[in-house]
């Protein structure tokens, strides 16, 4: 790809950098070799690298290399924007066309790729009928078509600024990017469609499956089926035969009662008697158990009322053993007013003396806290006086003392001023003296108050307790004196409650005759009535014959309840025999079912299996590791011829497991030869990581034009040289010219701000000139 002629209009660096709405620029006319574009920072080197290339997308600005990650409408400044680049490629001419409208309401973006047929510009339009008809997508499938993809296109031929280093590409992505290197990219077309034939048959498997686990259900449910037709099988036998038994036994029921009823017609009064006595019988029981009713709710009403009067009289006892206590509380509980007078009185003077003590403490501290400053400044006082003496001492030592130049010589300076300081420095130590002995006698005086303040705390306290139990003290003799009046009602009360216990005994036993007596009575009516009843039950065949009855009917409904279970299981058994044929019917196709399910299953393992092997893990992966050998030459080849022997690159395609298996990768490792190490590409300084980095996209581009048969024509670097020091920018440029040699390119466009790089470029496009035309 080789650019002819770019137009730009509406974009911020142009604007900003060369106060120009417009700009286009010619390099139809460049010569071949190394093109600088240079300007000072903002004048809008990078807009024009960055749009020097047909891909909609600012390779500097962009988070990854594809349309998705970049948008125009942060680098436009007015309603219309336009870029406008002519380039040629594999022997044909093509124009790219952006346009961008921005209205204020509404965005909208065109985008064409044209080629160039007999001087007129035609939309590209590729085999499979797709028209370049101004939409991004169809925008970059022509592109695409005709240069490739935007990631192997800024990977190896165009450095951006702040583009990401090769090393930091994951395993995945350098095998895409390879791939398409290589020209092997249709491979992983074709293992996708192998993927996705698997999963069409899969669906199939799915759908096969289902029937199948559906019919295998079914089978199970006929032998479901089979297994209840014999369980009803078996009960229609046994319901048979007891169907068979009820009936014969209601036979000689029916037998039974004809004789019984015979013998009912010769005694219809004996059974009026066994009537009445029923009612007797009946009359007695329920008196028996009223008896016993009223028994139990007088004894309970009786324990209920000897339980209060028990609990009454322990009430009374109580008070009354307290009688010496409540006498003697009146008298104690005057002596415990007083004793707690006193305490009180005692309290609130010495709460009034710790009032006017609490200061004191303060006031200590603060006293204590000034001896300790004093203490302090004296010393350094002290210290000061001593060197202002040791240096006014100076004076008299000299030779010259007594001399003229005596008072005016500069070396005895420092000691003359030590001389005037040293009167007002030792009256004010004097001063501190003083002071201090004055703050040390009041603080001996405040020292015996704060012993005095600790004493009245300690009596205070003692004094808040003995208070608080004469509170305690004088409100329980309070209440026992209060209980004096009670002891002669106590002493009533309790005779009153145990007379009346002695009289709730005696009518409990009573009451307890009554009810024996009672009981005896109605028992000795039962027993003379069931003597009675016994004699004519040998001619009662009433209740014999109801009996009867009653079987009867209940031999009736089981005959038919049985004839309806019957009915009902052999209904049963008609359903369960139709839908066992039935189900028998669909089960003829489950066999042909589950070979087409081994079928599909085997079919779908050979397209997963080519899918794979023609995938990333497979020929793709097994090119990349044939042509890693080549690229790492081609690099080192690089590295040698630019920078010396120092460093030589190896590229790994596979890592090792910690269990020692290898797993596909991509990994890159530097050789030291000044030390003999060997580092990862991580830890190198960031001049070294500039130009191996540099070093690998050169080589990457080597390849894939050797590789290629429409080799790009043109090399694209930003200011990649920024860290590099001065003779590495100059093997920088050695290398440029190396990888037009070896690639055959015909030109490089690198931006620099070295302006020896620039000197020895074979031209120059200079933004500012450009800003003037």
Known sequence: ??????????????????????????????????????????????????????????????????????????????????????????????????????????RKAEYYLFEKVGGDWKPVQLADGTLSDGKAETYGLCLEAVLGSAEAFFTSVFSAQNRRPLTTYQPAEIKKLLAELLGIDHLRELSAKAGDVAKALNRALETVQRDVLVLSGKRDTVNAIAQEICQIDEGLDAERARRAELLTSGSKLEQERATLAAKQAASAGTEARLRELDQRHRELTGRRQQLAGDARAAASKASARRQDLQRLAAEHRSTLAQAEAIKAAAHQRDEAQLALGRHRGELDRLQKELADLEPVAGQHAAIASELRGMESRGSVAAQLVKTLKAQTEVMDQVPCAGHDMHARCPLLAQAREAKGKLEPQVIEVANLRTSYKAKQEALQQLGQALARLNEVRRAVAALRQEVEQGNSDLQRLTGLAAKKPLLDASAAALDLAQRDLVTLDAEDTERKARLDRDIRDVDTQLASLQRERDSLAVTDVTGLVADLDRRLAASREAVSALDGRIESLIRRQSALATERSLIERELAGLDGLESRVQRLSDEIAQWKLLAKGLGNDGVIALSIDDAGPAITAMVNDLLLACYGRRFTVAIQTQTKLANGDAREGFAISVLDADNGTTKDFSVLSGGQKVWINECLTRGIALYRAQDTQQPFQTLFTDEADGPLDPERKRAFMQMKREVLRLGGYEREFFISQTPDLVDEADAVIDVVALAAL
């Open 1 to 106: 790809m080789r650019p002819l002629k770019l137009t730009l209009a509406g974009f911020h660096g142009i604007r900003d950098g060369m106060q120009r709405d417009s700009i286009t620029v010619d390099l139809s006319s460049l010569p071949a070799g190394l093109i600088a574009i240079v300007g000072p920072n903002g004048a809008g080197k990078t807009t024009i690298m960055d749009n020097l290339h047909p891909y909609p997308i600012m390779p500097s600005h962009a988070a990854k290399m594809s349309a998705d990650a970049f948008s125009y409408w942060d680098h436009l400044c007015a309603p219309r924007g336009e870029k406008d680049l002519e380039w040629e490629h594999g022997g044909k001419i093509y124009r790219s066309a952006f346009a961008f409208r921005n209205p204020g309401k509404s």
